[in-house]
Nanobody, 123 residues
Framework: EVQLVESGGGLVQAGGSLRLSCAVS????????IGWFRQAPGKEREGVSC????????YYTDSVKGRFTFSSDNAKNTVYLQMNSLKPEDTAVYYC????????????????WGQGTQVTVSS
């Protein structure tokens, strides 16, 4: 059974940092693409970052480039999203997801989702 469990969200002041973790089970990083998506209140879910299973390349939406880093630890079956220089507009529920395809503009290629973790950035 495929499972993804996020953790690490919380309340932080603008300019601060958080590291989100996503523990995965039931598959290996070679099997599926993995992505981080977020959904702010009243807004559609948007792609934040994707990692390719073929070569480990990472992709970021423009608004987080240079501030967020997506990494993986195969030994721990865990992926991370390091978030620095956080802004109030980063406030959202963050989800990790896995599937055949991860693209930032659509979540249709991702079949498996975690429960989400809340990130709140105060100004």
């Amino acid at each position: 059974e495929v499972q993804l469990v996020e953790s690490g969200g919380g309340l932080v002041q603008a300019g601060g940092s958080l590291r989100l973790s996503c523990a995965v089970s039931g598959f290996t990083f070679d099997d599926y693409a993995i992505g981080w998506f977020r959904q702010a209140p009243g807004k559609e879910r948007e792609g934040v970052s994707c990692i390719s299973p073929s070569d480990g390349s990472t992709y970021y939406t423009d608004s987080v480039k240079g501030r967020f880093t997506f990494s993986s630890d195969n030994a721990k079956n865990t992926v991370y999203l390091q978030m620095n220089s956080l802004k109030p507009e980063d406030t959202a529920v963050y989800y990790c997801a896995a599937g055949d395809v991860c693209v930032l503009y659509s979540d249709s290629g991702l079949d498996y989702w975690g429960q989400g973790t809340q990130v709140t950035v105060s100004s």
